[in-house]
């Protein structure tokens, strides 16, 4: 990620306010997340150290490099591998925050629209001797992701696991076989209506990039600043990527990238795509074709280019005829000599 990326994604802290549902767990605190969304894990020390230690592992706990004077851990491109026990000490060896961190495979996410009628997952009960019931715990509805249009809003449901007389947990951290968690996060889509403000929708920082295409080929626009947690949308010149749209079996336009939310979008056309966080416009992206457009010449063009072409074979012919006759004039002289 460019340098200057990276201090825009950990300076504006509107940006970084994203939620998590949480699960009580003792003194620790119990989190789930979505890969490979960005995620913020707080640290009230400043002068922080993070160690990690992985799900299910005795390896040894890894010592985390902090950059940031706020101490807390930004983590920009999340993993299941990620799972795992994340410590923050002070500079006196304290411990001031411990997280067991579920992150929940981006790649399983079932998605569900209202207008399509399509339902959310069912309870499901797995084990044998103990048994689990994994569920989804939903969290809110976000806002409208467009205005003076018809849009759409989402909620983001977590994979969780309870049984009797315990807490509930987020799947990852339950005792289930990886044949019993099948189940992954969810999310759901429903169509929304706001009004504008008086203002229209906001901008703020917009960050361009230029993109080429090749023939037959694809690429991903990502919008700064937007993860699966924020409402997001693009729009182009004659169009305005939905996920309705998506879920149609006629679509061929770009494609929204699941695991983010949209955050990304495949694009195979040229054209200026935007991007909108909240509805203000972060980002702006032009792509474009890089293959030599063949030039068309006009009728007049191809009878110069012809006469060009049979003026050359004419001389190279008066040419060759000249040679033909000195050579012969050559051989005649040296017969008489």
């Not at 993993?79 to 981006?106: K, M």
């Not at 706001?194 to 626009?221: A, K, M, Q």
Request: net charge neutral; proline share 7%; aromatic share 10%.
């Amino acid at each position: 990620m460019p340098s200057i990326l990276l201090y825009l994604y950990l300076s504006l802290p509107g940006f970084w306010a994203l939620d998590s549902l949480s699960c009580p767990s003792g003194s620790h605190s119990c989190l789930a997340f979505i890969t490979p969304n960005p995620t913020t894990l707080s640290c009230p020390a400043k002068d922080s150290t993070w160690f990690f230690q992985p799900l299910f592992h005795s390896f040894p706990r890894k010592k985390l490099v902090i950059p940031e004077a706020s101490g807390d851990l930004h983590l920009l491109h999340t993993s299941t591998e990620r799972s795992g026990t994340y410590i923050c000490q002070d500079e006196a060896g304290n411990t001031r925050a411990v997280y067991n961190v579920d992150f929940q495979d981006g790649a399983k996410l079932y998605l569900s629209h209202s207008e399509l009628e399509q339902q959310p997952l069912k309870n499901q009960t797995v084990g044998n001797s103990s048994q689990w019931t994994l569920f989804t715990q939903w969290g809110p509805w976000q806002a409208c992701d467009r205005c003076g249009i018809q849009g759409e809003r989402k909620r983001v449901g977590l994979c969780y696991a309870r049984r009797l007389e315990q807490p509930e947990l987020p799947c990852g951290l339950a005792d289930l076989s990886p044949q019993e968690l099948q189940r992954g996060p969810e999310l759901q889509i429903e169509s929304c209506f706001v009004p504008c403000g008086p203002n229209g929708p906001e901008s703020t920082v917009v960050l361009y990039g230029t993109y080429n295409l090749e023939d037959n080929s694809t690429v991903w626009l990502s919008c700064p600043f937007a993860t699966i947690y924020r409402p997001v949308s693009w729009e182009a010149k004659d169009i305005s990527p939905t996920w309705l749209q998506q879920l149609s079996p006629n679509n061929s336009g770009p494609i929204l990238d699941l695991p983010s939310g949209g955050s990304r979008l495949r694009v195979t056309t040229s054209g200026t795509y935007r991007c909108y966080v909240s509805r203000k416009l972060v980002g702006r992206f032009d792509a474009a074709w890089t293959h030599n457009t063949p030039v068309a010449h006009s009728r007049s063009e191809l009878i110069r280019i012809y006469s060009v072409i049979e003026a050359v074979m004419v001389m190279a012919v008066l040419l060759l005829i000249l040679l033909s006759f000195i050579q012969m004039c050559r051989t005649k002289l040296s017969s008489n000599v």
